[in-house]
Nanobody, 127 residues
């Protein structure tokens, strides 16, 4: 089992940058594929970015491709989301999630494939 705690969310102006971080407990962090999701008010939770256990493979939603970068540090049990050129439509609660995965190169993009979730961190982008 793993516990996840997100941090880094805040109010930022459009065009600005933020770096979200997710800290995981436990000694098995490297056995989990990780992902970031977000949920805006009145909308369903949506996929943002995913990274494989090894960190070699990443995948992004079209809406954030080229602006967001997901990365992980298995030695520190963290996964980060660097967000650049932020837009008002990026406003949401951002969640970190973990999926136990046998392969070191697989990533997950469906929320149903993730077993563990953080409590979320609010990102607000003003226009």
């Amino acid at each position: 089992q793993v516990q996840l705690v997100e941090s880094g969310g805040r109010l930022v102006q459009a065009g600005g940058s933020l770096r979200l971080s997710c800290a995981a407990s436990g000694r098995t962090f490297s056995t989990y594929a990780m992902g970031w999701f977000r949920q805006a008010p009145g909308k369903e939770r949506e996929f943002v970015a995913a990274i494989s256990r090894s960190g070699d493979n990443t995948y992004y939603a079209d809406s954030v491709k080229g602006r967001f970068t997901i990365s992980r540090d298995n030695a520190k049990n963290t996964v980060d989301l660097q967000m650049n050129r932020l837009k008002p439509e990026d406003t949401a609660v951002y969640y970190c999630a973990a999926s136990p995965t046998g392969s070191s190169r697989v990533f997950r993009i469906s929320a149903y494939e993730y077993n563990y979730w953080g409590q979320g961190t609010q990102v607000t982008v003003s226009s």
